[in-house]
């Protein structure tokens, strides 16, 4: 085997001290590891030069006796027999087979020269010749430059597999026994085991090989997600899935899966997957005679993908109505919250603020001006003679009053005030920028209206109300927090009130 390059040390070593330690330990100590001979290698890194050619494969492979056998077995085959004289040498044999069936058999004949004696192996070599087909035609299809490279990652995406397995015979028979379990479970389950996946492994594995730190770095990324912008990447980490729901018991429901993942990732290019699954069928029915492998069943492609969109368009159905619902519980449960948060700030019978909310607000905007060195008033009322009006009428025309006069103070003040009960017959308004005159002038309003109109009727009376009002402005005192301004205000209102009542009184005035 070739030496590795200093460049391939330095992965090496990394990936070594990536790998949990008992498993590096384990590995290394493994003395039946997967290897690849030399002309393997060189038939890689062929198959990742744009410009090798056939010859190229030839020359490289007539060095092996036993694979250069082993490739013209295979070009004289009945699939790739194209006249009656049979190819006698590995150029004939390579320029027969062509790039794919060349490198496939390679590495089929160098890693599994026994895969029907291990079912999963069995397995994971059909997975790995699947995915490696559709990364050819992928990379036809978006990158051509691109189709040895992406079709040689692909077909070494999963050899950690075959590392643990000959590391772990025992600890692995239960991980890959189930033919249907799904690969990113299985990749899970290897995570909550060794504390790593087999991308890991195989990145690991080649380079020990020696092979090309780009080729490591594909096999170890090869199941990070479509979300790429490196075609050739993309080409690599779409062949696996493809080739699990094309493998799969259920092919119509793995496909609409699919389909569902590649419409939600961005700028994914336009695939051609009919045309891609049409070629898979015929690729696949040849090299599994090739490399004596299960030969796959056959599926009509086109009418597969019909099924998958039919199939994935009842579960949009599906879900867009179930989201519906949710969405709908979600805002009905918002609205509730909403409801419920407003009545918790509002007195139920005047439906102003209650007087937490508005000893809250208050505390929020003294501190807000006190800052920014702005300016509030407060305007503390209470209603005259309530308790008369109460013992003469009932409490019941004492409510209707209450409530008239919360509707009157709501319909007088500005967007930005607040308005609320403060307790019994007391109520307060918070008015925001306005100095203690001005305030004045909307306490007027106040009392004007109040004189204008009835708080409630009885047998067709019009009781009128009059209040006492106490007007208290930020800048006009020196108050340490929001409580002494509310102070202020109410000692000015009940200055009115021992003064007869019916009027209004400014803090600070005499």
């Not at 490591?216 to 899935?241: K, N, W």
Request: glycine letters at 4%; aromatic letters at 6%.
């Amino acid at each position: 085997m070739k030496s590795l390059s200093a460049v391939d040390k330095t992965r090496y070593v990394a990936l070594t001290e990536e790998l949990p330690l008992f498993v590096s330990k384990s590995l290394l100590q493994c003395s039946h590891l997967p290897t690849l001979p030399a002309v393997a290698l060189k038939i890689v890194e062929l198959a990742r030069t744009p410009a090798a050619t056939l010859h190229d494969y030839g020359q490289a492979v007539e060095f092996d006796t036993a694979l250069t056998t082993r490739l013209i077995s295979v070009a004289n085959s009945v699939h790739f027999m194209r006249s009656a004289q049979p190819v006698k040498t590995s150029l004939e044999a390579t320029q027969r087979l062509g790039l794919d069936a060349t490198l496939a058999t390679v590495l089929s004949f160098s890693l599994l020269r026994h895969t029907q004696e291990n079912a999963p192996q069995v397995r994971i070599w059909q997975r790995a010749i699947t995915s490696a087909i559709v990364a050819s035609r992928l990379a036809q299809q978006l990158c051509p430059a691109f189709r040895g490279s992406a079709f040689t990652a692909a077909l070494l995406q999963d050899i950690g597999i075959l590392a643990l397995q000959a590391a772990y015979p025992q600890e692995v028979e239960k991980l890959y026994a189930n033919s249907g379990t799904p690969h990113q479970q299985i990749a899970r389950a290897e995570r909550q085991h060794f504390g790593c996946d087999h991308t890991l492994v195989g990145a690991w594995l080649a380079a020990k090989w020696g092979m090309p730190t780009t080729l490591v770095d594909e096999i170890y990324q090869s199941h990070d997600g479509l979300l790429t912008d490196h075609l050739a990447t993309l080409c690599v980490r779409l062949s696996g899935p493809i080739a699990d729901a094309w493998l799969a018991v259920e092919p119509v429901s793995a496909f609409a899966t699919l389909l569902r993942q590649l419409t939600a990732v961005e700028n994914t290019p336009a695939l051609a997957l009919d045309n891609l699954l049409h070629h898979l069928q015929e690729d696949l029915a040849i090299l599994a005679d090739t490399l004596q492998l299960t030969h796959p069943i056959e599926m009509d492609s086109h009418a597969l993908l019909i099924e998958a969109q039919q199939l994935l368009f009842q579960h949009t159905l599906t879900l867009s109505a179930r989201l519906d619902e949710q969405n709908q519980r979600l805002e009905n449960l918002h609205q509730h919250y909403a409801a419920l948060e407003k009545q918790s700030r509002l007195d139920p019978l005047t439906q102003l603020a209650n007087r937490a909310w508005l000893e809250e607000q208050l505390r929020e905007r003294f501190a807000f001006c006190q800052e920014n060195d702005r300016t509030l008033s407060v305007v503390f009322i209470d209603l005259d003679h309530f308790k008369a009006l109460n013992d003469r009428y009932g409490h019941r025309t004492g409510d209707q009053v209450l409530e008239r006069f919360g509707y009157t103070l709501s319909s007088l003040i500005r967007a930005g005030d607040l308005a609320g009960r403060y307790g019994g017959e007391e109520f307060l308004i918070i008015l925001p920028d306005e100095t203690a005159q001005t305030a004045k002038l909307f306490s007027q309003r106040i009392t004007q209206h109040l004189q204008e109109q009835p708080m409630a009727n009885v047998d067709q009376k019009p009781i009128y109300v009059s209040v006492s009002i106490g007007v208290a402005c930020l800048c006009d005192g020196g108050f340490g927090n929001e409580r002494e301004l509310i102070d202020a205000a109410d000692k000015s209102m009940y200055f009115i009130k021992r003064s007869g009542r019916g009027g209004i009184a400014i803090y600070g005035e005499k």
